[in-house]
């Protein structure tokens, strides 16, 4: 089985997860595109996992251009679909908003990866939106006092969980 992982990201929080999930599948026939450098065209691949991290509530323009120009061929094949965003709270929100019907229909699995709220590498303006976003989530983890953080993270067991179903589909077809 031909496996395709195409992905968008813009602070190494998406290509981190992607690296994990492309070590957990081992020595199988799999392509990694990150659709920043390069659109790859899905159609000789037999499953193709897609996702892009949120970003101010969309998705990188590049997921979106991949998504747009190959949709009919995506929506065809054995499809996963993953976003990485930094509230979990919000993920069922933006798979709907954020992915095409004909997508989410056709997938066969959605998978929520995590996310961060670094800072490091970004521009000033969207260092200062992230910290103000941090903030919030500090001030939200209070409670009488007591500070309990609870910032974004990657879900490796999430990951972990994808590549074991991946193993389990290809087993199951024999290819």
Same mark, same amino acid.
């Given at each position: 089985?031909?496996?395709?992982?195409? &992905?968008?990201?813009?602070? +190494?929080?998406?290509?981190?997860?992607?690296?994990?999930?492309?070590?957990?599948?081992?020595?199988?026939?799999?392509?990694? =595109?990150?659709?920043? *450098?390069?659109?790859?065209?899905?159609?000789?691949?037999?499953?193709?996992?897609?996702?892009?991290?949120?970003?101010?509530?969309?998705?990188?323009?590049?997921?979106? *251009?991949?998504?747009?120009? &190959?949709? /009919?061929?995506?929506?065809?094949?054995?499809?996963?679909?993953?976003?990485?965003?930094?509230?979990?709270?919000?993920?069922? &929100?933006?798979?709907?908003?954020?992915?095409?019907?004909?997508?989410?229909?056709?997938?066969?699995?959605?998978?929520?990866?995590?996310?961060?709220?670094?800072? *490091?590498?970004? =521009?000033?303006?969207?260092?200062?939106?992230?910290?103000?976003?941090?903030?919030?989530?500090?001030?939200?983890?209070?409670?009488?006092? *007591?500070? /309990? =953080?609870?910032?974004?993270?990657?879900?490796?067991? +999430?990951?972990?969980?994808?590549?074991?179903?991946?193993? /389990?589909?290809? /087993?199951?077809?024999?290819?």
């Amino acid at each position: 089985m031909r496996i395709l992982i195409a &992905y968008a990201g813009k602070n +190494n929080t998406t290509a981190t997860c992607v690296a994990r999930l492309r070590e957990q599948l081992g020595n199988r026939d799999v392509t990694v =595109a990150d659709l920043t *450098e390069h659109i790859i065209d899905p159609s000789a691949f037999d499953l193709v996992v897609f996702g892009s991290s949120v970003y101010f509530g969309k998705l990188r323009p590049q997921a979106r *251009e991949f998504m747009r120009q &190959y949709e /009919t061929v995506l929506s065809q094949k054995k499809l996963v679909l993953f976003l990485c965003c930094g509230l979990e709270s919000e993920y069922s &929100y933006y798979m709907e908003k954020l992915f095409s019907r004909a997508l989410r229909d056709a997938a066969i699995q959605k998978c929520f990866f995590g996310g961060s709220l670094k800072t *490091e590498g970004l =521009a000033f303006f969207d260092r200062m939106i992230l910290r103000s976003m941090r903030s919030s989530l500090f001030e939200a983890d209070m409670d009488n006092g *007591e500070y /309990t =953080a609870t910032l974004p993270t990657i879900l490796p067991e +999430n990951i972990d969980k994808l590549a074991s179903q991946i193993a /389990t589909w290809i /087993t199951s077809t024999g290819k």
